[in-house]
């Protein structure tokens, strides 16, 4: 026997080399890894195992758009920073460099039984492994007289592409003297720190361009939130009077909205006839979790921190916003640091290849000017189940220009560097 074969069928749990490991190693089909979701989570996965594995599986990635773009960085394209195309990203590096299909449709259903992904077409696809990171879903009735049909008007840009283009373009025509609303959703959601840094991108294009009087109202769902006390003393240094933000006990709830008049009704005030209301609403996990059975009450999935292995089937694996994450935020870079655990589990599981112990990380970076980013972060391991911290930093009050400016120089390598191991 090679010592190949040993190490796969060592590797497989009792009886599954029966079903899965005897094919591959008698030259029939290759174990099957199909990943649902070209995100940071789905596109770093997909590479990752494919890379990896040097031919031995095929690896599948479900995503219908043909590029993607992404919501990290998005604010930099708010505030006038960044063009579109700069944060657009093709699969193409995925197909040519690691031979991964891309297969331009979205998942219908999971037949977790028969391990099977059917396709909106109808055509059905079969999986040894299935990686899942359909990223969030909105919760269209989560903010009273708001829905899908109403993102035009009151948009969200809380997934980037068109959405991300409404909203800077209303940005762009708010008159000196205008009103922004912006309603910033319950915790948990994707990118903590997202609203606070877009606030802040919309007060900077305002002030550069002679509109230093119009105000961003912020109507919090939350009491606090991330990086608090470091965008509140920037607010204040570069934009006093610009943005105003309100917790629940001082605004009482968001009451109702009209998107016909561009009216938020709070127990507190009526904002009426704004001129940018955006709605950022509650998020639960993309809707093919729920649908198969794979998100908890709480909306979101449960893992095993060791190896991002769905609680509920050993044959999925799920990552990204998508799960309860424990410690770590739902960010792009604790997605992609996901996916690498998921990988080599993956790979250990359908190919003998070895394991070790999950290690995580994460930075968030965000933006208060151009020249003056705050970062929070950390490193996790998998501790009680839960994925835990074991290292965490956060920006202090207070820190000089000099090294605020060399965190937006970080931030931008990151992003070219993240990218670059996302989709090439
Ligand atoms: C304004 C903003 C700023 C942000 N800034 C940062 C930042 O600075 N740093 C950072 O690290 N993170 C940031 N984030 C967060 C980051 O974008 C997300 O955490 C990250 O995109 C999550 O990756 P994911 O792969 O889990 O999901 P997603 O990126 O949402 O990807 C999911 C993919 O799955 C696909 N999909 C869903 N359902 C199906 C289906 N049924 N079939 C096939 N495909 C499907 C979708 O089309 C999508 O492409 C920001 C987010 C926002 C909104």
């Not at 059917?118 to 079969?126: C, K, N, P, T, V």
């Amino acid at each position: 026997m090679s010592l190949h074969r040993r190490r796969l069928l060592q590797a497989l749990p009792a009886g599954l080399g029966l079903i899965m490991g005897a094919p591959a190693l008698m030259g029939q089909a290759r174990p099957q890894v199909v990943v649902i979701g070209g995100g940071p989570g789905g596109a770093t996965a997909a590479k990752y195992i494919a890379r990896d594995s040097h031919g031995v599986l095929d690896v599948l990635l479900i995503e219908p758009a043909s590029s993607y773009v992404t919501c990290f960085h998005s604010n930099l394209y708010v505030g006038g920073l960044k063009s579109l195309d700069a944060i657009t990203h093709s699969y193409e590096r995925l197909s040519s460099s690691y031979g991964i299909r891309h297969i331009r449709q979205r998942a219908a259903h999971i037949d977790r039984d028969a391990k099977v992904v059917r396709l909106e077409d109808g055509s059905r696809l079969r999986y040894d492994r299935l990686v899942l990171s359909p990223g969030v879903d909105l919760l269209y009735d989560s903010v009273p007289g708001w829905g899908r049909s109403h993102e035009a008007a009151m948009p969200h840009a809380w997934k980037a592409g068109p959405q991300t283009q409404i909203m800077k373009a209303r940005l762009d025509s708010v008159p000196d003297g205008g009103l922004i609303v912006m309603i910033a959703p319950p915790n948990p959601y994707r990118c903590p720190p997202g609203p606070y840094e877009r606030a802040s991108m919309m007060a900077h294009v305002l002030k550069n361009t002679g509109r230093a009087r119009a105000r961003i109202m912020i109507i919090d769902a939350k009491e606090s939130f991330s990086k608090q006390g470091l965008f509140q003393q920037g607010w204040e240094e570069y934009y006093p009077g610009m943005i105003e933000w309100l917790g629940p006990k001082i605004h009482e709830g968001v009451k109702s909205v009209d998107p016909a008049t561009n009216t938020v009704e709070t127990g507190f005030e009526i904002y009426k006839d704004a001129d940018l209301v955006n709605v950022i609403p509650a998020q639960v996990a993309g809707a093919i979790a729920t649908s198969s059975g794979l998100a908890g009450p709480s909306g979101f999935c449960e893992v095993d921190s060791e190896t991002m292995r769905s609680r509920i089937d050993p044959n999925i694996y799920i990552l990204g916003d998508a799960i309860m994450s424990g410690d770590m935020p739902k960010s792009a870079f604790a997605a992609n640091s996901q996916a690498k655990v998921a990988a080599l589990n993956v790979r250990a599981e359908l190919t003998g290849s070895p394991s070790f112990p999950a290690r995580y990380a994460n930075t968030c970076w965000s933006l208060i000017t151009p020249d003056n980013a705050v970062k929070v972060g950390g490193s996790y391991s998998a501790k009680d189940g839960k994925i835990t911290s074991d290292h965490s930093f956060v920006s202090q009050l207070d820190e000089s220009a000099v090294m605020r400016k060399l965190q937006a120089e970080e931030n931008i390598g990151w992003y070219d560097a993240i990218c670059a191991d996302i989709f090439e």
